[in-house]
């Protein structure tokens, strides 16, 4: 079974660019969700999609974006970056039932912005 | 969301038992106990969960208080390469977000 799979692992952007992040999802799961890691604030939720639909989201300003198409894959945008934005960028599948039972993160997009 | 308490670091000898405390004193009756693990630059990755009893798998076995307010992850054989942060997390039943604090780094020494 194929994990998580998240592109591109590693982006070099500059100040007021925007970018696009994707993520694949396990096959037959239905919630992306997407996670910020820095070194200060440490892994903190943005939003997660269920069936193509924004289902909770964090705490993150408007720049941060994103959308899940039919296939279940996920993209996150952010636009107008900022220094602060450079980050590890997470996302995590899982069945989205709410059942208990385990998320399964990728590898991560490693995004430094200059 | 409960928030957790956890020490900020440990260290474990290679082959005996690591045992990586939590507490979640304000934890409520449909929260789940879940711990993570992330090695260094790789994603987080599941280990456990429960919810009142205590809980084994191939990776480790999750003891929780019986009034529920703390809990401790054990890894029956630490090797070198359980080297990590480690998560533990409340999470409520049909909830969809995983709240993360500052984890333990567990190093495991030989």
């Known amino acids: 079974k194929a994990g998580v799979t998240q592109t591109p692992r590693y982006l070099i952007k500059t100040r007021g660019q925007q970018v696009t992040l994707s993520c694949s999802p396990i096959?037959?799961?239905?919630?992306v969700s997407w996670y910020q890691q820095t070194p200060g604030q440490g892994l903190q939720f943005l939003f997660e999609?269920?069936?193509?639909?924004?289902?909770n989201k964090g705490n993150f300003p408007g720049r941060f974006s994103g959308r899940q198409f039919s296939n279940s894959r996920s993209e996150m945008n952010v636009s107008t970056l900022e220094l602060g934005d450079s980050a590890l960028y997470l996302c995590?599948?899982?069945?989205?039932?709410?059942?208990?039972?385990?998320?399964?993160f990728g590898s991560g997009t490693r995004l430094t912005v200059v | 969301d409960a928030k957790t308490t956890q020490p900020p670091s440990m260290d474990c000898a290679e082959g005996r038992a690591a045992n990586l405390p939590c507490n979640h004193s304000t934890i409520s009756g449909n929260e789940y106990v879940y711990w993570y693990r992330q090695i260094h630059s790789q994603g987080p990755q599941y280990i456990i969960h429960g919810l009142k009893n205590n809980e084994t798998n191939e990776m480790a076995s999750l003891i929780i208080t019986e009034d529920r307010k703390s809990s401790t992850l054990i890894l029956p054989h630490a090797t070198l390469r359980d080297t990590a942060v480690y998560y533990c997390?409340?999470?409520?039943?049909?909830?969809?977000?995983?709240?993360f604090g500052a984890g333990t780094i567990l190093r495991v020494k030989s």
């Open positions: 096959s037959g799961h239905r919630s």
């Open positions: 999609y269920f069936s193509e639909t924004q289902r």
């Open positions: 995590a599948s899982s069945e989205g039932t709410g059942r208990p039972g385990g998320y399964t």
């Open positions: 997390i409340v999470r409520v039943e049909y909830g969809n977000k995983l709240v």
